[in-house]
């Protein structure tokens, strides 16, 4: 049988409102007791479930915004590239530099999203 990691009880007494408050901080972490405690005790930044939802939802809206500005990019690049074929060079070149500057937010946002993604790894705090 394998050892556990954490082998060391520890027992504490509280009053009731000390208890009252522990697990109403426990509940709105939505972590474990221990995992709470064991944050609390590292300094660990503890959010709430509700932020960590919310930080979530954002990191969900940026992959479609991203999703999205691909499938521009994508677009305008074959319309440059049939408008150059044609030989209509100032309509290629202004689709170019339209792709570009797709390329450009999608860079600025890939950015925010990794800050994001980041933010909720770091505040997802486990009970391993």
Do not use: C, P
């Not at 504490?12 to 901080?25: F, P, T």
């Not at 939802?57 to 521009?72: P, Q, S, T, V, Y």
């Amino acid at each position: 049988m394998a050892k556990r990691k954490r082998n060391k009880a520890v027992t504490i007494r509280m009053n009731d409102a000390e208890y009252d408050a522990l697990q109403d901080k426990v509940k709105e972490s939505g972590l474990t007791q221990q995992s709470y405690i064991i944050s609390a005790i590292r300094g660990s930044s503890i959010t709430s479930a509700e932020e960590l939802a919310e930080i979530k939802e954002i990191n969900k809206e940026f992959a479609e915004h991203d999703r999205l500005l691909r499938g521009m990019a994508t677009n305008v690049n074959q319309m440059a590239h049939v408008a150059n074929g044609k030989g209509l060079l100032a309509t290629a070149e202004k689709l170019e530099e339209l792709s570009d500057k797709i390329i450009d937010v999608r860079k600025e946002d890939d950015n925010r999203w990794r800050l994001i993604r980041q933010s909720v790894s770091h505040l997802k705090v486990t009970g391993a």
